[in-house]
């Protein structure tokens, strides 16, 4: 038979909050983690502005030990340890310093590149012809799957312990794989997330691209304005969001809290067909992709109470609600949609996993948070959904299901269901 | 530089790297790096870059495979410093 998935645990590294209470408050008050970076501005970026977690030498100490801090040049690894290191002990299991790992427990944790920094600092060494100065530490800073190493050894995870990459779908993907190994019965518990580092050499590629604001250099918080009339180009953010999916009979075995439940979902890609493109999505691909997940999920339409977006502040995010309208096209009102990236900017192939966690948190405390720099909406938006449907003002009232969507580049969807457990 | 000094340095430089610690309390010459101190296969050659700053010398890949203990440490500090 297959098994219920449940939500037991939460862990964020947000540009707005470092933990799940700082993250919480921040999306009831609409705070914006986007800032100033003087860095990108010396190296002529057109878009100066980024979203970065901010994380203290004492906070590090908490999640690493001396040795592992040696040569530490990863801003991936250090956020998605912390998320991940969270999310854990959220779900109030221990880490077991013994001999055996934990069977029924594995790990998929995504990225879209790993330990930038560390490997610019290996690529000076190999060029001065200094290979030998690298030490032990770069290969395991810049594999891929150097977060989902991170983390199984610092959890001591016995059962699949991977790494995905799906461009800015990933966090979400992660999350749908760690549920189809869990309703499949072959792990108990998944740990689900992903991770970005910052900096310009993760952020250059898309300010080359254009696709980046650059006139908000001295209003980094209202840069990112996502559903927006004047929505100028998505902000480059960072970061790392977790959490810890569970077979339902396991969790209230061990009386853990549960947050949501999952209902299913579903991933698709649109082929790069049609109007689809490395850098464009296949709009029938998205529709599938949402009526799929609706499908898999037992859901229809009128339930949804809100739907988290991908929206990521381009032009293109009346395309995304159009997918939505025609996805859905029910006779009832369309629901309440919002997005995160008004406060953390886009923070790539942590975007998934980060707006998953800020999903289940409506769900759990009852509020939809509101979108900020969004005074205009954009007149094609209007044109297809209602304003109020758009709250810029946080909303305090049960939602019981929302439908979360991430897009990314390639051409790939997911969309994933969460409901309130009873 | 005598003996003394070097081992103290080689202990300084090895303990971050150390798994087990206990392995530091009678550290001398014979002290084998992987079974007394359990330092991680991998971290020998951090050790030997720190060695290498530490003293300002090059440790070749040869002499690096004969260092196994403090002792054989000592003695490639010593012959690398006199040189």
């Known amino acids: ?422 | 530089m005598t003996d003394k000094t070097i081992l103290e340095k080689i202990k300084a430089i090895v303990t971050p790297y150390v798994q087990r610690k206990e392995g530091l309390e009678d550290f001398d010459e014979k002290t084998d790096f992987l079974t007394d101190l359990k330092i991680n296969s991998a971290n020998l050659v951090d050790v030997i870059l720190d060695v290498e700053d530490e003293f300002n010398i090059e440790i070749d890949n040869t002499s690096m495979e004969g260092m196994l203990t403090a002792g054989d440490a000592k003695r490639i500090i010593l012959a690398k410093i006199e040189n």
């Open chain 1, 1 to 422: 038979m297959e098994k219920r998935v449940v939500i037991t645990g939460l862990g964020i590294c947000s540009p707005n909050g470092v933990s799940i209470p700082e993250f919480e408050e921040s999306l009831r008050s609409g705070t914006s983690g986007i800032t100033f970076h003087p860095q990108l501005k010396e190296l002529n970026f057109s878009c100066q502005i980024g979203g970065k977690p901010e994380i203290s030498e004492t906070k590090l100490a908490e999640y690493f030990t001396p040795l592992q801090l040696r040569g530490l040049n990863s801003s991936g690894i250090v956020y998605g340890v912390i998320s991940g290191t969270d999310a854990w002990k959220d779900a109030g299991l221990e880490i077991s310093d013994g001999s055996s790992p934990d069977w029924d427990t594995g790990i998929i944790f995504g990225t879209g590149i790993l330990g930038v920094d560390k490997f610019r600092e290996a690529i000076h060494l190999i060029d001065e012809g200094k290979t030998r100065r690298l030490g032990s530490t770069s290969v395991i800073q810049t594999m891929a799957s150097g977060i989902s190493a991170y983390l199984g050894g610092i959890l001591g995870c016995g059962n699949q312990v991977t790494t995905n990459s799906s461009a800015c779908t990933t966090g979400t993907e992660a999350l749908l794989m760690g549920y189809e190994r869990i309703k499949a019965g072959k792990a108990q518990r998944m740990l689900v997330g992903s991770c970005s580092d910052h900096g310009p050499y993760v952020w250059g590629g898309f300010d080359a691209m254009r696709i980046l604001p650059g006139n908000y250099n001295e209003y980094p918080e209202a840069a990112s304005q996502p559903m927006s009339a004047n929505a100028s180009g998505f902000v480059p953010g960072s970061g790392a969001g977790a959490l810890i999916l569970e077979d339902l009979e396991s969790a209230l075995e061990r009386g853990a809290k549960i947050y949501t439940e999952v209902l299913g979902g579903e991933v698709n890609s649109g082929g790069q067909r049609g109007e689809g493109s490395m850098t464009a999505a296949n709009n029938e691909a998205v529709q599938r992709c949402i009526v799929g997940a609706l499908k898999n999920s037992k859901v229809s339409a009128s339930e949804i109470d809100l739907i988290n977006g991908h929206l990521t502040a381009t032009s293109k995010d009346s395309v995304e609600i159009k997918n939505w309208v025609q996805a859905l096209s029910s006779n009832s009102v369309f629901p309440y949609i919002n997005s995160l990236k008004g406060m953390t900017g886009h923070c790539l192939s942590a975007s998934g996993s980060m707006e998953c966690v800020a999903s289940v948190l409506q769900i759990d405390k009852d509020f939809i948070f509101p979108n900020i720099n969004c005074d205009e909406v954009h007149p094609e938006i209007l044109d297809l959904i209602s304003e109020e449907r758009i709250p810029r003002k946080i909303i305090e009232e049960p939602i019981n299901i929302i439908a979360k969507a991430s897009f990314g580049f390639g051409d790939v969807n997911a969309v994933v269901i969460f409901k309130k457990y009873v």
